[in-house]
T-cell receptor
Framework: AQSVTQLDSQVPVFEEAPVELRCNYS??????LFWYVQYPNQGLQLLLK??????LVKGINGFEAEFNKSQTSFHLRKPSVHISDTAEYFC????????????FGKGTRLHILP | GAGVSQSPSNKVTEKGKDVELRCDPI?????LYWYRQSLGQGLEFLIY????????KSGLPSDRFSAERTGGSVSTLTIQRTQQEDSAVYLC??????????FGPGTRLTVL
């Protein structure tokens, strides 16, 4: 069965520094990939998605992610973070050709340090 | 159009009572998911409905939990004989055949 690994449960980063949140999934022929964000005391919203096409995907709030099929990864990056980026970030994968069920990672809490 | 809606937004109940949580997905979405999120924790998958297929119930924590989806649309999550450890935010999400999930605002359940 498909699984999603977010290696870092928490990532502290200084404001205006770059950040990378890592996401790996178990191997599959064809997948859809997603990153969701949950700001404090709010619901989940989509940050970006990869369905097909360019492996570099741009999302909202200056975030981007790159699909790397050979490494089965979909890491999230931002070149310069702001205090408002403090949130929980969830990676999710849909394994096509099976039951299309979307599987979530356990989440990474991003702490922005002043 | 309207997004995913859930009701009630808050539910306070006494230990041992049954509760029903409702989810109205986006029209035309074939997939529907229920998750549970405890304070400061990640998403705990509960159940997945996809079209007319048998639901994936692999995440239900005990036989006190059940869910149904009527007519491929509205879903109800039922928790029988609630326990204090059932207190959490219950999230519903729906998705089209291709694409991402859209989440509802959640139902905050408090079991006293």
């Amino acid at each position: 069965a498909q699984s999603v690994t977010q290696l870092d449960s928490q990532v502290p980063v200084f404001e205006e520094a770059p950040v990378e949140l890592r996401c790996n999934y178990s191997s599959s022929v064809s997948v859809y990939l997603f990153w969701y964000v949950q700001y404090p005391n709010q619901g989940l919203q989509l940050l970006l998605k990869y369905l097909s096409g360019s492996t570099l995907v741009k999302g909202i709030n200056g975030f981007e992610a790159e699909f790397n099929k050979s490494q089965t990864s979909f890491h999230l990056r931002k070149p310069s973070v702001h205090i408002s980026d403090t949130a929980e970030y969830f990676c999710a994968v849909s394994d096509l050709g099976r039951d299309d069920k979307i599987i979530f990672g356990k989440g990474t809490r991003l702490h922005i340090l002043p | 159009g309207a997004g995913v809606s859930q009701s009630p937004s808050n539910k306070v109940t006494e230990k041992g009572k049954d509760v029903e949580l409702r989810c109205d997905p986006i029209s035309g979405h074939t997939a529907l998911y229920w998750y549970r999120q405890s304070l400061g924790q990640g998403l705990e998958f509960l159940i997945y409905f996809q079209g007319n297929s048998a639901p994936d119930k692999s995440g239900l924590p005990s036989d006190r939990f059940s869910a149904e989806r009527t007519g491929g649309s509205v879903s109800t999550l039922t928790i029988q004989r609630t326990q204090q450890e059932d207190s959490a935010v219950y999230l519903c999400a729906s998705s089209p055949p291709i694409g991402e999930q859209f989440f509802g605002p959640g139902t905050r359940l408090t079991v006293l």
